[in-house]
């Protein structure tokens, strides 16, 4: 399941706005709120950070960006379309061929290799990116062949980074990828997403509860009980390096 060959050039994603956007799940005896009105604009190539406490609302948030979740309410515009208006199968497609998400539990198959993993998602989705390849530019080329139970945190969290960049998404996805990381590791990781960021133009958005990784972002998103509290742009953004927690 490896392929070497060369990986499209790819057309930079369009800004991502949400307007008056809502979503209530209904499933228990109270419908809960979790996403209310929220309006804002991320620019196109940024590397955004959305803070907030747990039951803020921004996985939900996340979640609707990424097309997991429809709104109850409200217009989700990626790159110029509705996505909020899209079927089941649209979205399918809209996650598949645009999105790469990366999670805090590195959700890798236990009975396959680092390089099996990463190629079993670029087959699935029909993706040219050479999963080798992907394992070498996140620095895990003399890994390949390892199960996840002989890799640390740190490693499988870039091999499910590699996985994600697979299929050559346009927009990525994060939701706490260093929740289960030491700093060290945690720090590691960040800078490879923001490495990306920079030389892919890959829009980025990090969902964390994490106050600390706010100092490396383009633009800061902060949420709570389900509402936009604000959005601010960095004016001088550092690196990961120079986060602490």
């Not at 969290?157 to 060290?184: F, I, M, Y």
């Amino acid at each position: 399941m490896t392929d070497a060959r060369p990986a499209p050039t790819l057309k930079p994603l369009g800004r991502i706005a949400l307007r008056d956007v809502a979503k209530t799940y209904d499933g228990g005896a109270v419908p809960v709120r979790a996403v209310r009105g929220v309006s804002l604009e991320l620019p196109a190539g940024a590397f955004v950070v959305v803070l907030g406490p747990s039951g803020s609302g921004k996985t939900t948030l996340l979640n609707l960006i990424g097309g997991i979740d429809s709104p109850s309410e409200g217009a989700v515009v990626v790159d110029g379309e509705d996505i909020g208006g899209y079927d089941e199968r649209r979205l399918t497609e809209y996650r598949r061929g645009k999105v790469g998400f990366v999670f805090q539990f590195f959700n890798l198959v236990p009975t396959l290799t680092a390089l099996e993993n990463v190629a079993l998602i670029a087959e699935l989705t029909g993706a040219a990116g050479g999963a080798r390849r992907m394992l070498e530019q996140v620095g895990l080329g003399d890994r390949l062949d390892h199960f996840p139970a002989t890799l640390s945190g740190g490693e499988q969290q870039r091999v499910a980074v590699a996985r994600a960049l697979s299929k050559r998404p346009r927009l990525l996805l994060c939701d706490e990828p260093t929740g289960a990381l030491d700093l060290d590791t945690g720090r590691s990781v960040l800078a490879l997403l923001r490495r990306l960021n920079r030389e892919e133009g890959l829009t980025t958005v990090v969902v964390t509860h994490n106050s600390a990784i706010a100092g490396m972002a383009d633009h800061v998103v902060r949420m709570r009980s389900g509402e936009l509290v604000s959005m601010d742009a960095v004016a001088h953004p550092v690196e990961a390096a120079e986060v602490s927690w």
